[in-house]
């Protein structure tokens, strides 16, 4: 590894965002208690008799010398075979043994491991039903609570009634039918910390290292429970619900009214992009041509379109830096005489998508129903402002009502929205269900005073994981190859204007990124310029993390990694990665059992995170996030906001950061924030920086270099390719530790199975253990449930023998398979995979549903070791995240 130089401290910042799901998991009864200890024992018996049948049919080969040939042929044999082969001797051939047994030790320790095995799985028959019965008792009150109601109110009138039947006990044909699913949205409310409508509560609230002193007083948002143990008691405190209409379907709406001219006609327009020249007597400009698809967000369709260069059309684009509707284009392009000919021209480049309209309403307009819905009365429209106004009506009603209402509310609206959209011209997909017609956050109305919750010794491990994740961020290689594209193009110290010229190409360097990095170790080695540096660090770092451990032998044992290594990583950087500044966020929760930290995930920085519900909590929030923001940029350079929205609503975010860049969404400047100046894009431009070998952005007018953040939640791979230059100023955020974990693969029923470590970092575990399961064997683990489970029967002895087989622990998630291709249409495709479910192996109810949650995963699946784990507690528990920020400063060496 290289020697190591000063490199700028990181830091964390001094707040954090808290996510808690507004359900507790159950407590465990009695009698789920006594299930699961049999279980427990009946799992170790099946290991133990697993275990040893390598040496049983060595000892029974070698046992020949002690019998006839006749009898070693007629009971030995297949007996060896039956064991070797998985299936169960006959009871005749066991009928057979005479004094086998006697004469070979390891017989007869399997045949008592049989009687053992036997009497659990007998006692097992016995507790199941109390179990079962309990389980499903514990369901219908989970069922009863008001915030399970209201979060699947808030997803269909099925789901809600679903619940409500299993809430009232119902144990028909159609009950049991629907008891899966049921379940396996409850244990999303009280097990995953996504922040979808009532499943989970988000707060924020400044952080501090110790804990309150014993005896202060508490208020209620900061209320915990004992010792401050995470998922335990209210943290959040008072909650509020904030619904917003779906943007997806106001950007359809909005679409669809502008292709009328007449509607156009009154609203300002600008150019589509600034122009750029070709060489060869023409302008070029990036066009939108519609939406593409509209879902949960937005899809763009894109072209680029090349006229003939005039001196009229320099004139328009020069008249359209502050938008104008086409009659006062016109008005000052030509004389009164020739004001007509001069208004056809001006329509002419309207029709062809180079003069286009100004939304009327804007991306993160904090009322665009009522915006949109004054627009067309305005123009003489009330019909199609009256629908808008009864969508709006519906959509403040559907935060304050019962589920039953809120179910109608939302059926009403689907139902509304689908019918205004085809009235004005854009008719949805009959195939594809209506867009989400509303979102819901329920925050914490006070900030939560979050001590406690890391210690200092948590920080600093975080800082070194930071440094460790810069190790494996994509984000640099993606810089890298910007850089050799940009250089490539326009030359040492070009320049690029219009950024959007060079959306394309980032793109492209985000897709070279991702096959490199999935490029076998040794193959080829298409690196740009100076990555390879970073891949031998990488490398080294891996060697030397293998030989700190000396060696991996034991599967079920953790790698940690040497912490004096990763202390050193960021010294080590080469100094073209650590030159930008750079912030991750770090989603973590606490093991009670354990006391280790689990990282989540590692995402970026720069108040992304919390960016979607700064405008819901303390105002305090956004004006914290956005100092933290601008001391993080660059010494020298403008921190600048942008926030294209897409149609997502969880890119709605207010400007924190003085400054900002207009979107190509922009429409009225009603967006709430600190005042401070909007640069326009055509006033940007891309420029290599040659003393620093790096691809930065710049004012036109100043040279003053920018920092650009892209706060939103949206894959910034999904917004328009002429967004990308701005979205992937600060790449970084990919993160994946996967290649310091070793692999061991091994054959069981269905195909192969691939097992790795968990990986930690002192108290920090940076990843879980996993379990791949191949198709195949997904197919014959569901294959044994269902025979076991015929008639009604909880399947206690697949999951026994299935986890003394695998080796996987009793509280585990699934997950399907992760593709490696984070292009566009892998990450539209990958919102149509199963969500990660949690899946209690000793739990009797789980068992029963465990058959129709595997179907979900014909394709494959990994289980994943849930940590902290769920279920088995004497008290209710809530899942409790923290999402830390951390910031490294850039560096000049």
């Known amino acids: 590894m290289t020697a190591p130089t000063p490199v700028p401290a990181v830091r964390t910042a001094p707040y954090a965002l808290v996510r808690a799901t507004t359900l507790g998991h159950p407590a465990q009864s009695a009698d789920g208690a006594g299930f699961r200890a049999g279980l427990e024992r009946l799992t170790r018996l099946e290991r133990a008799l697993r275990d040893l049948l390598p040496a049983l049919t060595e000892a029974l080969y070698a046992s020949r010398g002690g019998h006839p040939d006749s009898f070693h042929r007629t009971v030995v044999l297949p007996l060896r075979r039956a064991l070797h082969n998985g299936r169960e001797p006959r009871p005749a051939l066991l009928d057979a043994l005479g004094d086998l047994p006697e004469r070979v030790p390891r017989l007869r320790e399997w045949l008592e491991l049989r009687d053992r095995l036997a009497a659990a799985r007998?006692?097992?028959?016995?507790?199941?039903?109390?179990?079962?019965a309990?389980?499903?008792?514990?369901?219908?009150?989970?069922?009863?609570?008001?915030?399970l109601l209201l979060a699947a109110s808030a997803t269909s009138a099925q789901l809600l009634a679903a619940i409500g039947r299993a809430g009232s006990g119902a144990t028909g044909r159609r009950a049991r039918k629907e008891e899966p699913g049921v379940l396996r949205h409850a244990l999303r409310?009280?097990?995953?910390?996504?922040p979808v409508s009532w499943f989970t509560a988000v707060g924020w609230g400044p952080?501090?290292?110790?804990?309150?002193?014993?005896?202060?007083?508490?208020?209620?948002?900061?209320?915990?429970?004992?010792?401050?143990?995470?998922?335990?008691?209210?943290?959040?405190?008072?909650?509020?619900?904030?619904?917003?209409?779906?943007?997806?379907?106001?950007?359809?709406?909005?679409?669809?009214?502008?292709?009328?001219?007449?509607r156009r006609a009154r609203l300002p327009h600008r150019m589509t992009s600034a122009p750029r020249t070709d060489g060869a007597g023409r302008a070029v400009f990036a066009r939108r041509r519609g939406l593409s698809g509209v879902w949960r967000f937005t899809a763009v369709a894109e072209d680029e379109v090349a006229v003939a260069a005039s001196?009229?059309?320099?004139?328009?684009?020069?008249?359209?830096?502050?938008?104008?509707?086409?009659?006062?284009?016109?008005?000052?392009?030509?004389?009164?005489?020739?004001?007509?000919?001069?208004?056809?021209?001006?329509?002419?480049?309207?029709?062809?998508?180079?003069?286009?309209p100004v939304p009327p309403v804007g991306p993160q307009d904090p009322d665009p129903l009522g915006r949109l819905a004054a627009w067309l009365r305005s123009g003489g429209e009330g019909a199609l402002a009256?629908?808008?106004?009864?969508?709006?009506?519906?959509?403040?009603?559907?935060?304050?009502?019962?589920?039953?209402?809120?179910?109608?509310?939302?059926?009403?609206l689907r139902e509304r929205w689908a019918a205004l959209l085809a009235s004005a011209g854009r008719p949805l997909p009959p195939d594809e269900p209506v867009p989400a017609p509303l979102t819901e956050d329920v925050v914490a109305r006070r900030p939560v005073a979050a001590r406690g919750l890391l210690t200092g010794e948590d920080r600093e491990a975080l800082r070194e994981v930071a440094a460790l994740a810069e190790l494996y961020d994509l984000g640099h290689l993606v810089r890298r190859y910007v850089r050799d594209r940009f250089v490539a193009r326009y030359g040492p110290g070009g320049v690029c204007h219009p950024v959007w010229e060079f959306g394309?190409?980032?793109?492209?360097?985000?897709?070279?990124?991702?096959?490199?990095?999935?490029?076998?170790?040794?193959?080829?080695?298409?690196?740009?310029?100076?990555?390879?540096?970073?891949?031998?660090?990488?490398?080294?770092?891996?060697?030397?993390?293998?030989?700190?451990?000396?060696g991996y032998r034991d599967p079920d044992a953790d790698v940690v990694l040497p912490p004096e290594l990763v202390r050193s990583c960021a010294a080590r950087l080469p100094g073209w990665a650590s030159a930008r500044p750079l912030s991750y966020a770090h989603f973590l929760q606490r093991d009670a059992e354990s006391r280790l930290l689990v990282l989540n995930h590692v995402y970026g920085g720069w108040g992304r995170t919390a960016s979607r519900f700064l405008s819901l909590l303390d105002p305090g929030a956004a004006e914290a996030v956005g100092r933290e923001v601008e001391r993080g940029a660059e010494p020298g350079s403008r921190a600048v906001q942008f926030r294209p929205v897409q149609g997502f609503n969880a890119n709605?975010?207010?400007?924190?950061?003085?400054?900002?860049?207009?979107?190509?969404?922009?429409?009225?400047?009603?967006?709430?924030?600190?005042?401070?100046?909007?640069?326009?894009?055509?006033?940007?431009?891309?420029?290599?920086?040659?003393?620093?070998?790096?691809?930065?952005?710049?004012?036109?007018?100043?040279?003053?270099?920018?920092?650009?953040?892209y706060p939103g939640l949206l894959v910034s791979g999904l917004l328009p390719t002429r967004c990308a230059p701005l979205a992937h100023d600060h790449p970084e955020g990919v993160v994946g530790f996967a290649s310091l974990v070793p692999q061991t693969v091994s054959e069981v029923p269905g195909g192969p199975l691939v097992r790795t470590p968990r990986l930690r970092h002192r108290h920090v575990v940076l990843r879980r253990r996993r379990w791949k399961l191949a198709p195949g064997t997904v197919a014959v683990l569901r294959a044994d449930l269902a025979a076991e489970a015929a008639g009604g029967a909880v399947p206690f002895g697949a999951a026994a023998r299935w986890r003394a087989l695998l080796g996987v622990p009793g509280r585990l998630f699934l997950h399907p398979p992760v593709a490696a291709d984070p292009t566009a249409a892998a990450a539209r495709a990958a919102r149509a995979q199963p969500k990660p479910q949690f899946v209690d192996l000793g739990n009797a109810l789980h068992l029963r549903c465990l058959d129709k949650w595997l179907a979900r995963h014909p394709e494959g699946l990994v289980l994943e070791e849930a940590l902290p784990a769920p279920g088995g507690r004497e008290r209710p528990a809530r899942a409790v995240e923290l999402v830390v920020e951390t910031y490294r400063p850039g560096s000049s060496s």
Request: glycine share 10%.
């Open 652 to 709: 709605l975010q207010p400007r924190f950061l003085r400054d900002e860049i207009l979107s190509e969404e922009h429409g009225p400047a009603t967006r709430p924030g600190p005042a401070g100046p909007e640069v326009d894009e055509a006033g940007v431009e891309l420029f290599h920086d040659e003393a620093a070998d790096q691809v930065r952005l710049r004012l036109r007018d100043t040279g003053e270099p920018l920092d650009v953040f």
């Open 311 to 356: 001196g009229a059309l320099e004139r328009v684009a020069e008249l359209c830096r502050t938008p104008v509707t086409p009659g006062e284009l016109a008005a000052a392009l030509a004389a009164p005489r020739d004001r007509a000919a001069a208004l056809a021209y001006v329509e002419r480049l309207a029709d062809t998508g180079l003069l286009v």
């Open 386 to 412: 009256s629908s808008l106004d009864e969508i709006a009506d519906a959509t403040r009603k559907f935060g304050a009502g019962e589920p039953a209402e809120r179910a109608a509310l939302l059926a009403l």
């Open 134 to 147: 309990a389980e499903r008792a514990a369901l219908a009150a989970q069922c009863r609570e008001p915030a």
């Open 189 to 194: 409310a009280a097990t995953r910390s996504s």
């Open 504 to 550: 394309g190409e980032t793109v492209a360097a985000w897709e070279d990124t991702v096959r490199d990095a999935f490029l076998p170790p040794g193959g080829p080695d298409p690196l740009p310029s100076r990555a390879a540096e970073l891949v031998r660090l990488r490398r080294s770092f891996e060697a030397a993390a293998e030989a700190g451990r000396g």
């Open 122 to 132: 007998a006692d097992l028959a016995g507790a199941a039903p109390a179990a079962l």
């Open 207 to 262: 952080l501090t290292d110790d804990p309150e002193p014993a005896g202060t007083e508490r208020g209620a948002e900061a209320e915990w429970g004992e010792g401050a143990e995470w998922g335990h008691g209210d943290l959040l405190g008072a909650t509020g619900n904030h619904v917003r209409t779906g943007r997806s379907l106001v950007a359809a709406l909005c679409e669809a009214l502008l292709t009328d001219p007449a």
